[in-house]
């Protein structure tokens, strides 16, 4: 069965509209699988919906720390590319967040192709400045 990996996560407003993409996904005959943060609401509301999840502790990019973010968002994506490599997702999906950019970025790394979902009419900053990156 080939797996699809969603990364979401922050509010609601990324993970319900993932959760909704997943269980459609599994209907179709995929494997789901989601990554996120291991300290906000998605660690606890996707296993609950019964997904299996993955967290990396990414935190918000702080322009007044740019070096502690960018070595955060590095940590984070070394740790995603790991998950990705266990999981040998056909296609990575994010749902916009600053959540979703070290598995974006660790989806590149590996050659997995990339797909974003953006639910508002302005696409959101992790959204716009992954787009280059995307399918």
């Not at 973010?69 to 984070?76: D, G």
Request: hydrophobic share 45%; net charge positive; proline share 6%.
């Amino acid at each position: 069965m080939s797996t699809v990996v969603i990364a979401c996560g922050g509010t609601g407003g990324h993970i319900y509209p993932g959760l909704t993409l997943g269980s459609a996904l599994e209907q179709e005959g995929f494997q789901t699988f989601f990554m996120g943060s291991s300290t906000r609401m998605e660690k606890d509301k996707i296993p609950a919906a019964g997904f299996s999840f993955a967290g990396v502790p990414v935190r918000q990019l702080n322009k007044k720390r740019p070096l502690a973010s960018l070595l955060n968002w590095w940590s984070c994506t070394q740790q995603a590319k790991q998950i990705l490599k266990q999981q040998q997702p056909i296609a990575l999906i994010g749902m916009g967040s600053y959540i979703t950019v070290p598995a974006l970025l660790a989806a590149r790394q590996l050659g997995i192709p990339i797909f974003l979902v953006e639910a508002n009419v302005v696409p959101g900053k992790a959204n716009q400045w992954l787009a280059r990156l995307a399918e």
